[in-house]
């Protein structure tokens, strides 16, 4: 956007406020996909986005394998606020899912490759053309969520995830208090009680990254239960099979490292 002359201001939605709109021209949502959908945190501050009634957007997602409904379920909610469609980008990026992980699979660890960079920087370039056109040309929605990533979606959909999900985290004996998983937490989901044991909230989006994280490989969680194995299993197979690129890796004391 810079190459074509445009101001940009970026903001974190990690604990902000949902900014007032007249100030930009313009407004472009980026996410992560968890769970085939956008995180919990980013449908709340799309949903409370206000004054989009003819308010031109576009929506950029990266996802490790299948983009899900992240980036349709973006588009739709800002259309129906009223926003013109500007267009669409999704890219491949680095999964650092910790079910991959710990079955020693990393998908897409070397994107967004300069190939992948160049496109989005031509993407970004079409939106400032159709920024002046009245009905613009833009790209389509994602084909529907497969069967069976909409079945594992509904699963860890947020009612189970505040109810039960978030409370299956916990720290082991070898836990030393470092804080480090309270710090990298997003949502701020985590303490540490007067008996120096740790507490997960209800706030959890599911993203894991206490337990990518963690020095001593301490935390642990409901996606560690033998239940959830068949569906990794299945999601790295089909992921491979579609020539999704992969590495094998190794996480030993919070860092992953390719083998």
Known sequence: MSASNWEVTYINITGSTIPDLDEYDVIGIGTPTYFFRPPFIVEDFVQGMKGLEGKPSFVFILHGTHPGNCGNWIRRKLKSKGSRDLGYFRSFGADYWMGYIKR????CPNSPTDRELSSAVAFGKKVTVRFSEYKPSVE???EPTPLMYGIERMLVDRPVAKLMYSKTFQADIRCDNCGICISK??????????????KWHSDCILCATCELSCPKD??????DWKIFAPFMHYNISTSKNKNIPYATVKHENGKTQLI
């Open 104 to 107: 020693g699979i990393m998908f």
């Open 140 to 142: 389509p929605f994602d």
């Open 185 to 198: 937490c997003p949502v701020n989901n985590i303490s540490e009680e007067k008996n120096k044991k740790l």
């Open 218 to 223: 301490a935390i642990h969680s409901a996606f």
